[in-house]
Every structure is written in C-alpha cells, then in structure tokens.
C-alpha cells in the first residue's frame, strides 16, 4: 500500500505564490507522487486557487472549526501535474481582493489567526478517526511554516490522530505570535498555553506549537538545521530547537526543472545549454533592451531578484552600487518590500538611465529574463534557510555570489584556486556578511569574467551540469515518512 500524505501549506505554485515557500510547495508533492506517495495537498480556497484549479468538486463538509463552525472541502488537481489538491472553501475567509496574508496595501489580515487556525484544524480532522473523507484518510501530515503550526498542536491534543505529523521549517523569522486571547477563540486546550506548549513570551506561537508537538521536523538545507539552533538563526526558540536537535533533518531543496530550465524556459527569446551556450548572450541582449539599458555585450550585467528586506542583505550593495556603474556595470533588480531599500534603488536608477534598471513588484517571467540574461547573481543573505534563486542561477550558468548561510553555503562552492583545479567551483562566497565583504566578493569575479573566460566558462558549466531537481531531496522526505510511520 502506497504511503498517503496530506502536504499542508498556505501557498502552492502555480496556484499563488509570495515566496519559496510557494516553488516548494508545487514541486516537491509532485516529486513525491513520482516516487509512489499517495499525496494530496491542503490548502486555503483563495480565489486565485479556486479559478486555476480544474475539475473542482466538492467532497465533503467540515464542522466544528473555530470561530466560522463550518466549511466545505473541494477537490481538484494542478494543471499538468495531476496533484490533488483539497480546498478549504470558506468565502469569509479567504475569498478577498488581496494576497494570502496582507490586503492590497501591505497590511496584515486581522483575523489571520483564524485563517491559519482554521487551516491547521481541518488538517488535523482530516488526520482523525472523525475525517469526512471517509475514502482517504493520511498516515503522514506534513506541515510547513507557521501557518500549518497549530497542526501537530491539534493531532495531539485534541483530535488524538493516529497519524504522525512532520514539520518543515522554511523561514525561523516567521512565527505567528498572537495575543493569548486567541487560545480560546482557537479552541485549544488551556493546558497548551505554557512553556511546554505552545505558550512563547506570553503569546500563542503557531511555529512553537509546531515545532513542540510535530513527530519529526526537517528544515530546507543541512546547514540550517544547525543554525537554528543557536542564538543568531533560532529567533528565540534555539532551545527548543537543541532540545529536538538530533530529531531535525536537512534537506536541501531542488528545483522545479520543467519551470527552470534554460533549454526550454517559454519566457527565454532564445534557448540555450551548457554545451550551446551562446543564446545567453541571445537573451542578455534582449534583457538590455527590454530594460531600457544600452545594449553592451561587454558590460557585465549583475541581477537581483528578491524581496527587499534586512534578511536578504541588499542594502549592502548599496554604498557600493554606483562605483560598480561607474567601472562599466549595469544592473538589473525586480523586488520590492522595505519602501526606504525601494527609493534607494529606485533613485540610483535614475541617476544612471541605461545602466540601471529597477522593477518594484512580481513578474514571474521578468524573473526568468533576469536570472538567464544576466552575468552574475547577487544574493549576499544575511540568513538563507534555502534559497531558490542561487539553484535558478547555477542551472541558468549565471554564477551566483553569496553569503556563507544555510543552503547557499550548502549550494554554492567558491570559486578559489582549489576549487577550479578539481572543477567543483560554481560560484563566489563572500567572506563576511558585510559591505566591504560583498564588494571584495564583486570584485573578483568581475575579474574572472572579464580576464578569465576561459575559468568563467568551467565555472558555468560546473554549475549547469549539476543535478539540481527533486529527485535526490524527494528521496530523503520518503525515508523520513518511512521511518515516521512504521
């Protein structure tokens, strides 16, 4: 009998997406399926979800949920990857203008406790001796962040689930703390809301009920499964975190190789290779002039695409940027987040027109233009639990430079002397979290990429020759499933 696996998350791609969380997912269920797992994902009805989403039917109804008493299950599957996927259709909640956890100005939902508790509760009943699915019933609950937090919390406590329940942990920044008036309003059980729970400073922690309670709990790469258990990377709950420390597996993500891939990506004007390479330069031409920079095949062109946030470390680039234009570089950026780190970018852009090009918001196929068409990729995180786009630049033969954190020291080997004569180098590791430290990083590969094309070459095809899919990482979530449920 094929394990059955309810995969719980907030976001799913192509279905709705704000993030990684969103890429992972899409691609590692149906990874999974691949493998024989009997998988079906649970997520909010959204109406984005609810338009995309075919041969839609209801299944059942749900009852006794918090706060809205009832709503109704649907079923449907993704395009193209025949994924089901059960939808919590409960209009109140998740039916309005706006993404899946702030309103169209950037503003947190209100009840988003609710939202996310009313997630976490039907996964939990669906988990249960009392599910209305009466043809399915999972072996597996796999959470994932704290929106699905509450989930193992539930399982245990209240629907005594005989299933095991595994926790992911994306992003340690992210928590979920509410004033302690939601337990109620929750229906949780008091007895929960203490430090042997899911009580944190005073505050219901989605992601500490999570972490607490969950039978397993994997983090997206081997290195930040140990950094979250210290002071730096645990945000407060470290000491859970070393508590369960030898219970914690990294898996570094992959990729979704049919959306990623320079051979057959629909949004390149040319399609290219490792042993064809010469539509990259094809494509960084066309991305100059879709931009508005000048066309220069000689100019190094650098690419970000990100949020704008601490975390992801931009705002060291700044003090630096304009010396980079004013040695021959061009840059590209599509992102948005912190409004001061948008003006920033946004003001140098206008003091160099045709060199500068920065996009505020979410263009999936800009993304893809950005991540081929450019020379090099810079994503110098503070923290990375995983990261995505340093795995799009090396299939892309766009070298990435990084911070050494989580997956991105996991993912990215430098390009030192030893590393280019054993021909594992892929890209360019800073020595420090901090401007001086991404410049230095800059620096040297501008070296390399306009002295050395012979090295540079090696270096992008070290990268593109990698196995980067979910096969290897699907691999190691079924022997955690295995393992969980015998």
């Not at 979290?433 to 050395?452: K, P």
Request: aromatic share 8%; charged share 15%.
């Amino acid at each position: 009998m094929p394990l059955k696996v309810l995969f719980v998350s907030s976001e799913v791609f192509p279905l709705i997406k704000t993030g990684g969380l969103a890429d992972v997912s899409g691609s590692l269920p149906t990874a999974l399926q691949g493998l024989g797992v009997d998988i079906r994902i649970l997520m909010p009805g959204y109406s984005p979800v609810l338009n995309q989403l075919k041969d839609l039917q209801p299944i059942a109804s749900v009852h006794h949920l918090p706060h809205i008493g009832h709503a109704e299950l649907l079923l449907g599957t993704i395009q193209d990857t025949q994924v089901k996927v059960i939808v919590i259709k409960a209009v109140s909640l998740y039916e309005r203008d706006g993404g899946p956890y702030s309103d169209a100005h950037g503003h947190e939902w209100q009840d988003n406790p609710i939202r996310f508790g009313v997630l976490s509760k039907v996964a939990s009943i669906l988990a249960s001796d009392h599910s209305p699915i009466a043809d399915w019933q999972p072996d597996i609950v796999h959470c994932n962040d704290w929106q699905t937090g509450l989930t193992p919390a539930y399982m245990r406590l209240t629907e005594h689930s005989k299933a095991k329940s595994i926790i992911s942990l994306h992003n340690m920044a992210f928590q979920g703390c509410y004033p302690p008036r939601w337990v109620t309003t929750l229906g949780l059980p008091s007895t929960g809301f203490s430090i042997e729970g899911f009580e944190y400073h005073g505050q219901v922690s989605f992601l500490k009920a999570g972490i607490f309670y969950a039978d397993a709990i994997s983090t997206v790469s081997p290195r930040y499964a140990k950094e979250i258990q210290t002071t730096a990377f645990g945000f407060g709950l470290e000491g859970l975190l070393t508590k369960r420390g030898d219970e914690i597996k990294g898996i570094l993500n992959g990729i979704e190789t049919d959306e990623w891939n320079p051979e057959t990506d629909p949004a390149l004007v040319e399609n290219y290779s490792s042993a064809e390479i010469a539509g990259k330069a094809q494509v960084k031409k066309a991305l100059q002039a879709k931009l508005g920079l000048h066309i220069d095949a000689n100019a190094p062109l650098l690419g970000v695409v990100s949020r704008l946030t601490h975390q992801k470390g931009l705002d060291m680039l700044l003090p630096h940027l304009q010396k980079l234009i004013d040695s021959g570089c061009q840059f590209a950026l599509l992102g948005g987040g912190d409004s001061d780190l948008e003006d920033s970018f946004q003001k140098l852009a206008a003091h160099n027109p045709g060199r500068i090009s920065v996009t505020i918001g979410y263009n999936e196929p800009l993304s893809h233009q950005i991540m081929a068409g450019c020379d090099m990729f810079i994503m110098p995180s503070r923290f990375e639990p995983c990261g995505l786009n340093q795995l799009y630049g090396l299939a892309y033969g766009t070298p990435p430079i990084v911070n050494a954190t989580g997956g991105l020291a996991d993912s990215v080997i430098d390009s030192n002397a030893a590393h280019i004569k054993n021909k594992t180098a892929n890209g360019f590791v800073m020595v420090e979290a901090s401007a001086d430290g991404l410049i230095a990083c800059i620096w040297r590969a501008l070296e390399m990429f306009q002295h050395d094309q012979k090295t540079w070459r090696q270096i992008q095809k070290n990268g593109m020759a990698q196995d980067l899919s979910w096969g290897k990482s699907a691999q190691e979530y079924l022997v955690m499933y295995q393992n969980l449920s015998q």
